[in-house]
């Protein structure tokens, strides 16, 4: 069975793709067949894995959404990319931003992503949808075909604050669209442990959300390598396989694993 997970935050700069990248890759390496899907226009994980002009690409995910908004055949292969680390990839560029806008007549427009899903869910074990930052139609889509949501929350005050917006809109897509949708926790990122700050920040989300919610056990720290890895084009396992950051990756997705 495939599960698919939405990592989204409205915010900008919580750590949403370089989780996505790391865990995706992370459960690649644990031998699980594992499919990233970029929806951000401004290609940040294409980047990040190597591809350094998102922009030059002529397949992508506005492709594949352009067929089937327009009842046409789609083909996969087209656009998939086979990562050297294990993982496939949907890149994407900034013509989904033009998707969003001519999607607004579609029929079942926040359903575009969840049908292309339905025809390749079968050929994997994990999708991993890294999400732009806002809650506009392609987060909807998003968190309409995903079983569940992963939070990345930078560990400081207001990123976390803007967290109860996020869940409200996890809660309306349940509501209206997807009832089987899950939170599959709230991981804290960047955690720099040199200040109480970070300590209390921890303290705090447990406090206000792990009755409800899980909050993983890792968190993420604050690692200069983890922020030079997004220009090397290779996970933190290889690029700083020693370091605190591959580590901790490591915990989450054993955490990921074990449900
Ligand atoms: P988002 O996708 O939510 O915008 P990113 O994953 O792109 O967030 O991270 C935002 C910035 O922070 C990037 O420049 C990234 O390289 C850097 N970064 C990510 N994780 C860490 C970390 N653990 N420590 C330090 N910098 C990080
Ligand atoms: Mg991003």
């Not at 992508?60 to 009842?71: E, R």
């Not at 991981?187 to 109480?196: A, C, G, H, P, Q």
């Not at 993983?216 to 396992?237: D, H, K, L, Q």
């Amino acid at each position: 069975m495939c599960k698919v997970i939405a990592i989204s935050n409205q915010k900008g700069g919580t750590g949403k793709t370089t989780s996505c990248v790391n865990l995706g890759i992370g459960l690649a390496s644990a031998g699980k067949r594992v499919l990233l899907i970029d929806t951000d226009p401004q290609g940040s994980m294409s980047i990040s894995l190597g591809y350094s002009e998102p922009d030059e690409m002529e397949n992508t995910l506005a492709k594949l959404m352009m067929n089937i908004a327009n009842d046409e055949e789609f083909f996969l292969e087209d656009v998939l990319i086979h990562h050297n680390e294990g993982v496939d990839i949907i890149p994407s560029n900034i013509e989904l931003s033009a998707i969003e806008i001519s999607m607004v007549n579609v029929m079942s427009r926040e359903l575009i992503l969840k049908q292309m899903l339905e025809k390749i869910k079968s050929s994997y074990d994990y999708i991993l949808i890294d999400c732009m930052p806002s809650l506009g139609m392609m987060t909807i889509n998003t968190l309409a075909c995903a079983d569940s949501v992963l939070i990345p929350v930078q560990a400081a005050y207001l990123p976390v604050k803007g967290l109860q917006q996020l869940i409200k809109t996890i809660s309306r897509v349940k509501r209206q669209l997807n009832p089987q949708l899950k939170i599959e926790g709230i991981l804290l990122t960047m955690v720099d442990y040199r200040t109480n700050f970070a300590k209390d920040i921890s303290a705090m989300v447990y406090d206000t959300y792990s009755s409800s919610i899980r909050v993983f056990r890792t968190e993420i720290p604050m690692s200069v390598r983890a922020a030079e890895m997004s220009v090397e084009g290779s996970s933190i396992y290889k690029y700083d396989p020693k370091g605190k950051a591959a580590h901790a990756y490591g915990e989450l997705t054993k955490e990921v694993l074990n449900g």
